[in-house]
């Protein structure tokens, strides 16, 4: 640097900062000898605010617009530097841009599988990600907090704490939200603005704001999601037995479009499988012409019921209630009824049902 070019660099006319990234959060004006010239423009565009350091203490903070640096509009400066009656040479300080614009698009997810237990499938492991926007709130706290002396300051120096703080809110709301894996999709929206709020205070702290954040997916490990997959399938056959012929099925499809011709040998047994399974289902599901047809119940037999176990069970015919009273299903004490009595009656005090406990001893004196 030649020497008009230092002397010009301590007498700085024009103070502003155009900004050619996307990234910078914040930058510390440069100049030699951080002198500044009494009655200097100082630029603050849209988007941008100033903070003026003197000494290592905050001074004063200006919003968009133009300003001629005196001590009109630099009040806790010039207390800080003494200045009673004004000032008319350089002065010494630091001036740092904060862009206040919203940074879109910051990304976060998991880095390692997380553990829940859903109310539906049990414990399952998930990974998500997705993408918030943020910007300065307080230029002043984040300039304590994390620029300090930092030239330029970017996003890529914050993002790390930042995605930490989402991770973390993530998983505390999934595991309190009590949802299962399959209403995720349709909360994703519910989830984002809920995480959002409750990571205010923690982006506070460092004089930032959480504007938007995004759910792009929460996933299961691949092995999970084929199985659900598989769930699926067969809920959508209905049985094991129409499940089997879906698989045999494909198979046969698979072996036949194999380029080197299949296995014939393969094909002709799942064939043969498959054919006797749909003959076995038609054969469950036809009734047999041939077969004689089942006798109707005799007219006027006894229809009994009884409480067994605390339950009612039956209708029973005679020879029923004397099997279940030959197995101790049925004992004396066992209320029962038909249609004519009047109420549940024990089964010993009943006069048809006599012989059926004409085999069964009575019980033991004293039991």
């Known amino acids: 640097m030649g020497f008009f070019d230092a002397l010009k660099g301590q007498f700085i006319d024009i103070i502003e900062w155009l900004d050619s990234s996307n990234d910078t959060i914040a ?7 951080n002198e500044i010239k009494n009655g200097a423009k100082l630029i603050v565009r849209p988007g941008q605010e100033a903070v003026f350091v003197s000494e290592g203490q905050i ?5 968009p617009g133009t300003y001629t640096l005196s001590t009109q509009n630099l009040p806790l400066l010039s207390t800080l530097q003494g200045w009673k ?10 001036v740092y841009f904060f862009s206040t614009k919203q940074f879109t698009n910051l990304k976060w997810g998991t880095s390692n599988p997380i553990t829940l237990r859903d109310p539906e499938i049990g414990p399952v492991r998930l990974r ?7 910007r300065v709130a307080h230029p002043a706290t984040l300039l304590r907090e994390l620029v300090s002396t930092d030239g330029r300051f970017e996003t890529d120096e914050v993002s790390e704490s930042l995605r930490a703080f989402v991770v973390s809110q993530f998983v505390t709301w999934l595991g309190k939200s009590g949802i299962s894996v399959y209403d995720f999709a349709a909360k994703y929206t519910d989830i984002g603005d809920a995480m959002r709020t409750a990571l205010q205070p923690n982006f506070a702290d460092f004089g930032l704001e959480v504007m938007q954040l995004n759910i792009e997916n929460i996933g299961m490990p691949p092995e999970v999601e084929a199985a659900l997959d598989r769930r699926t399938q067969m809920g959508i056959l209905g049985d ?4 089997t012929q879906f698989q045999a099925a494909n198979a046969i499809e698979a072996s036949a479009n194999n380029p080197g011709g299949g296995n014939p040998a393969l094909d002709l047994a799942m064939g043969m499988a498959l054919g006797n399974r749909v003959a076995a289902n038609l054969n469950q599901t036809q009734p047999d012409a041939n077969a004689a047809p089942a006798p109707p119940p005799l007219p006027n037999a ?3 019921y009884a ?8 209708p029973f015919d005679a020879a029923t209630v004397a099997a279940r009273t030959a197995s101790g299903d049925i004992g004396r004490e066992t209320l029962v009824w038909k249609n004519g009595m009047a109420a549940w009656t024990p089964a010993g005090q009943v006069a048809e049902l006599g012989s059926a406990f004409a085999s069964v001893p009575p019980p033991l004196p004293g039991a």
């Open 307 to 314: 409480a067994i176990g605390g339950k009612q069970e039956g």
């Open 59 to 63: 001074a004063d903070e200006f919003p």
């Open 240 to 243: 094991m037995n129409r499940y």
């Open 128 to 134: 998500a990600y997705g993408t918030y926007n943020m």
């Open 302 to 304: 006894a229809v009994w």
């Open 27 to 33: 930058y510390r004006f440069e100049r030699h000898n």
């Open 85 to 94: 009656y004004g000032f008319n040479s350089p002065f010494k300080a630091e």
